[in-house]
T-cell receptor
């Protein structure tokens, strides 16, 4: 088992579809993240679940909805997306400690194409 | 807000040669961490090297080393004896408390 697994690896959806991305981490971490990766742009943090609290980037549209049922699983629910939402969506996990030394461990990403 | 700048969108290096990737960042904090991540064509991003800001000594991991200049807010990555497997996107990242900030990446090509 790799540390962070994401499914599906590729997803094509129409603008009216509802789909979900799934992420699972096997590292015993206490924080999970969703990032959006677009060409020639910095990774954009979308959501963080850390120590059971959610932190979100206020610029993320409401058509993206995260869910974190436990510390090992993270979902990103997608609804009525736009073509500009096409990107690579990366899940990551880390161990948050008072010393703040935890690095991010990434999954392989889910390539989303919105038609 | 913290920003991370990678001014080299693309770099190339001859196999077995040395290449340096640049990164600068902007912060008013004194305690933070810096990272270089590598994303090969298979897309999984992995950590290459990390540097704690309070440490003056530059971090080294085998063929990878950094030149950390805290006053200049510069954090460059040096890859020695470049190998074909080093070809990837390289991202510089800054960590403050529980937030990571990434640069736009440098695409490294290794020429056989």
């Amino acid at each position: 088992e790799t540390g962070v697994t994401q499914t599906p690896r590729h997803l094509v959806m129409g603008m009216t579809n509802k789909k979900s991305l799934k992420c699972e981490q096997h590292l015993g971490h206490n924080a999970m993240y969703w990032y959006k990766q677009s060409a020639k742009k910095p990774l954009e943090l979308m959501f963080v679940y850390s120590l059971e609290e959610r932190v979100e980037n206020n610029s993320v549209p409401s058509r993206f909805s995260p869910e974190c049922p436990n510390s090992s699983h993270l979902f990103l629910h997608l609804h009525t997306l736009q073509p500009e939402d096409s990107a690579l969506y990366l899940c990551a996990s880390s161990q948050v400690r008072t010393a703040n030394t935890g690095e991010l461990f990434f999954g392989e990403g889910s390539r989303l194409t919105v038609l | 807000a913290q920003t991370v700048t990678q001014s080299q969108p693309e770099m190339s290096v001859q196999e077995a040669e040395t290449v340096t990737l640049s990164c600068t960042y902007d912060t008013s904090e004194s305690d933070y961490y810096l990272f270089w991540y590598k994303q090969p064509p298979s897309r999984q991003m992995i950590l290459v090297i990390r540097q704690e800001a309070y440490k003056q000594q530059n971090a080294t991991e085998n063929r990878f080393s950094v030149n950390f200049q805290k006053a200049a807010k510069s954090f460059s990555l040096k890859i020695s004896d470049s190998q074909l497997g080093d070809a990837a996107m390289y991202f510089c990242a800054y960590r403050s408390v529980n937030q990571f900030y990434f640069g736009t990446g440098t695409s490294l090509t290794v020429i056989p």
